[in-house]
Every structure is written in structure tokens, then in C-alpha cells.
């Protein structure tokens, strides 16, 4: 089993989710008390949101040679935003990176899902880094107008960990047309589950534990 190398901290309660779901889906695929071995590199998530793109670059880049250091033997970001710089990350590193959009894109598949609603970050929505990877496999995106709204609710509430929005969160959701909904922001899923909306789910942060998990034991 390869050793797992993980950016966290982005923020501290999605990286909390992604370790439940990496021990729920280890003892599933393993059995109880076998695990992949984890190494959490956990950065300062005040640091990252109030650096500019380069500021945070460096705080990543940092991330990866300390985790290669540490004996990480792959490599992935427990969040969707920071993928934006993640073609720049893989050029600094022998070590493989699991991306979260080909994990989301592989479920898609999967499902049949062609019509994709993605939230998340304002990053995420606008920039194209993550919707034109989609187009690129074939999948149709829809940004929701809401992309202000969405934001707000995962800076101010979702990052500590309150619900007090889901409700209108679901509303959001359920006023598009779409095959499947993204839940592009690794907060999103504390809030927005399977069966809460008219539409499939994927929930990228799970399935980004599973091509994480997939990939160590290869």
C-alpha cells in the first residue's frame, strides 16, 4: 500500500470529512483496522484565504516538499479550489497527485450523469479550471446565477461548521435543470446529502477519498 501525502486544513472541518470517509471506505475495501498509511499536512487556513494566488502557491508548494519529505508516496489536495494550481504543483514533484475533478468526472461517468451543476468556491464556479477539465471529458456545466450567495454560505457558515443555510442551499440547487449536482467545495457535503435535492449528487470529497484510496492500494 502506498503511503498517502494530504493537504489539509482548507478549511480544518472538510479535512475532518475527509478522514471519516477514508477510515468509513478503508474498513469497507480492507476490513476492520487496515488502513493506508495518511500523513495530514494541515497548512493555516487564515494564511491561505487572506494570501493572494501567489502567497498561496507558496504555502502548496510548501505542503509538497514538506509531505515528500515525510515519506508521502502520492500526493492530493483535501479541497477543490486549490486545484486551480494544480498543473503547477505536479511540475515540482515526481510524486502522483489524485485530482478531485478527474474523481468527480470518473462518478459522473459512472452514473451516466452529462449535465452537470457545479458549486462551490467563487473561485471554482467562475474561473475555468475545473468546468473546462469537465467540458474537456464531455460533460455540459451549468454555473447557478447564485455564485455570491453560495459563496457567503460556505465562508460563513459551512467553514464552522453551521447548517443554519441548508434550506435555502437546497433551494438553489432544485431551481436548475440539471442531471447531477457537484458538490464542488469540500464543505458543501456537511450540509447538501443524497436525497435532499431533486437531482444525483456527487459529493466530491467522497469521491475523491475513493480514487485517493484506489490509488493506494494499487
Not at 493506508?36 to 502548496?60: A, K
Not at 492530493?76 to 505536479?90: D, F, G, M, W, Y
Not at 449535465?115 to 473546462?132: N, Q, S, V, W
Request: hydrophobic content about 40%; glycine content about 6%.
Amino acid at each position: 500500500m502506498k503511503r498517502i501525502g494530504l493537504i489539509g486544513g482548507l478549511s480544518p472541518e472538510s479535512t475532518l470529512y475527509y478522514y471519516s470517509e477514508y477510515i468509513r471506505q478503508s474498513r469497507e475495501v480492507l476490513g476492520d483496522n487496515r488502513y493506508p498509511e495518511m500523513i495530514v499536512y494541515s497548512i493555516n487556513f487564515g494564511e491561505f484565504l487572506s494570501s493572494d494566488w501567489e502567497g498561496r502557491w507558496r504555502i502548496l508548494s510548501n505542503a509538497v516538499r514538506s509531505l515528500e519529505r515525510a515519506g508521502a508516496e502520492i500526493l492530493a489536495i483535501a479541497s477543490n479550489t486549490p486545484h486551480k494550481v494544480l498543473p503547477e504543483l505536479r511540475k515540482i514533484t515526481d510524486l502522483e497527485f489524485v485530482s478531485i475533478i478527474d474523481a468527480v468526472a470518473e462518478k459522473a461517468k459512472e452514473e451516466g450523469y452529462r449535465k452537470l451543476l457545479l458549486t462551490g468556491t467563487k473561485t471554482t464556479m467562475i474561473e475555468d479550471f475545473y468546468r473546462r477539465e469537465l467540458e474537456e471529458k464531455g460533460f455540459e456545466v451549468i454555473i447557478p446565477d447564485e455564485v455570491d450567495e453560495i459563496h457567503e454560505i460556505i465562508f460563513q457558515d459551512l467553514v464552522f461548521g453551521r447548517l443554519d443555510r441548508k434550506e435555502r442551499l437546497v433551494e438553489i440547487i432544485n431551481g436548475y435543470d440539471a442531471d447531477a449536482v457537484i458538490l464542488g467545495c469540500t464543505e458543501l457535503p456537511l450540509a447538501v446529502k443524497e436525497g435532499d435535492v431533486k437531482m444525483g449528487v456527487i459529493d466530491s470529497a467522497k469521491e475523491h477519498v475513493r480514487a485517493i484510496l484506489r490509488k493506494a492500494l494499487e
